[in-house]
């Protein structure tokens, strides 16, 4: 591992599955820092977290077995005009490129199609820590170093989504029921009183025909 190595976290926001003919596909997430675990500037006199960030997770098939090989690169794109279509502009970006096992990639596929997304914990070589204390601050030399290379990749998956306990949020499926049971139950009081109140009336019109008949 390099001197200048530096730890940065993002948070998966959106997730695309692209396949691209023979090539191995690729699972993408648009990402954001995680400033609670630290802040990236660069040289440029830009954030991280004000530029477009992609991580693009491709199911490695290489037969390559040096273990020193990076398992992936970070990018640095700098604003520019679309040299066809020059009324349209790009602004600042950048892109890692992760290369991951066949049956990491298969589980993160599996949980993107259920809607979990993962948090990433990388490590970037050629960045220094500026202010080493948490949350740190980060330096990229992203005018020297437009590329650097990927050597650790963590994924942090959540398996059940967040769940909220305040009273005061919509009622649960279990809670309708229960609602609609005793709306149900008072309906069917209801009924009965009337039909009870009818037979009343009834009777006491009944006895009142009796007396008038006798006159």
């Known amino acids: 591992m390099s001197t200048d190595h530096a730890i940065i976290w993002f948070d998966a926001i959106r997730a695309t599955l692209n396949l691209r003919g023979p090539t191995p596909p690729r699972l993408t997430y648009r990402i954001r820092p995680d400033e609670k675990a630290g802040t990236v500037h660069l040289a440029t006199e830009e954030n991280l977290r004000d530029l477009e960030g992609l ?14 090989q990076a398992i992936g690169l970070m990018q640095y794109f700098k604003a520019h ?3 066809i279509l020059e009324s ?6 950048y892109t890692i490129e992760i290369h991951v096992p066949a049956l990491q990639f298969d589980e993160l596929l599996a949980a993107a199609q259920i809607g979990r997304l993962p948090s990433l914990c990388v490590g970037v070589e050629g960045m220094n820590y500026t202010v080493p204390l948490y949350p740190p601050m980060i330096a990229w030399d992203n005018k020297a170093l437009p590329q650097l290379k990927i050597d650790y990749i963590h994924f942090h998956l959540p398996l059940t989504p967040a769940t909220d306990h305040d009273d005061s949020g919509p009622p649960l499926s279990a809670q309708l029921a229960q609602l609609s049971q005793r709306i149900d139950q008072l309906g069917l009081g209801i009924t009965r009183k009337l039909i009870w109140l009818l037979w009343a009336v009834l009777g006491v019109l009944a006895v009142c025909g009796l007396i008038l008949l006798r006159k």
């Open 55 to 68: 991580v693009e997770v491709v199911r490695d098939v290489r037969e390559s077995t040096d273990h020193e």
């Open 81 to 83: 005009r679309d040299p």
């Open 88 to 93: 349209e502009s790009h602004p600042a970006a």
